[in-house]
Nanobody, 123 residues
Framework: QVQLMESGGGLVQAGGSLRLSCAAS????????MDWYRQHPGKQRELVAT???????DYADAVKGRCTISRDNSKNTVYLEMHSLKPEDTAVYYC?????????????????WGQGTLVTVSS
């Protein structure tokens, strides 16, 4: 089984910073793309940032210049550093990863999700 465990959410004042972490564990053969999503109350989940296994990154326009996604492949962990936080950044943040495992059918890759971590930015 594979699990993603997020940490680092919490309450922060506008203009502050937070660092989210997400560690993948279990019977993992390889971890490919790792992503951070967020979901505002009553809205659809949206992609915040993505990083490939090789380290290429991309960001949503709403966070570009304020967030940095990074990963430690030795720890199967992805990070999201957020700066200059705004009240509109308040959301539940989820990590997702494309992870290859050995199944009864051979090597298979699936997208796994963490349970989410709440980030609240007060004005």
């Amino acid at each position: 089984q594979v699990q993603l465990m997020e940490s680092g959410g919490g309450l922060v004042q506008a203009g502050g910073s937070l660092r989210l972490s997400c560690a993948a564990s279990g019977s993992i053969l390889s971890v490919n793309a790792m992503d951070w999503y967020r979901q505002h109350p009553g809205k659809q989940r949206e992609l915040v940032a993505t990083i490939s296994s090789g380290g290429s990154t991309d960001y949503a326009d709403a966070v570009k210049g304020r967030c940095t996604i990074s990963r430690d492949n030795s720890k199967n962990t992805v990070y999201l550093e957020m700066h200059s936080l705004k009240p509109e950044d308040t959301a539940v943040y989820y990590c997702s990863a494309a992870i290859a495992t050995m199944t009864n059918f051979g090597v298979s890759e699936y997208d796994y999700w963490g349970q989410g971590t709440l980030v609240t930015v007060s004005s």
